[in-house]
């Protein structure tokens, strides 16, 4: 199963963790983005995503395809926020169960990797004295 979305309202790790659950999967991998207080010496006061969010899901529904393919993994689940957040709050989650560990751990780490290479989400990081659109490679 798939769980794919983009939202302006908070992310619930809680309700993401319950999905991902299945009793015929011996490991699950969870990876939670969250909104740092300081990034290379500046203090973040906020961030901005936007997103594409038609072409954004898409996007999100070729890695899920891609890793349904070439991973042995049970469920996937993104959720991805857009609007303002704060220090502290969790734009991005992402969880991967499969039967064992391996194939959860780098279905989860290709995932985010490839999110972040191509899906439609843009991240504008507003510092204390000033902003900057941040580019999405890592």
Known sequence: MVDIRITPKPLDIKECIEWIMASECGGVDLFIGRVRSETLGSKVVQLEFEAYVQMALKEMKVITDYVVANYKVENILIHHRI????????????????QHRDAAFDACRYIIDTLKRTVPIWKKEIYEEGQVWVSAHP
């Open 83 to 98: 609007g303002v957040l704060t220090v502290g709050e969790i734009p991005v989650i992402i969880a991967v169960s499969a």
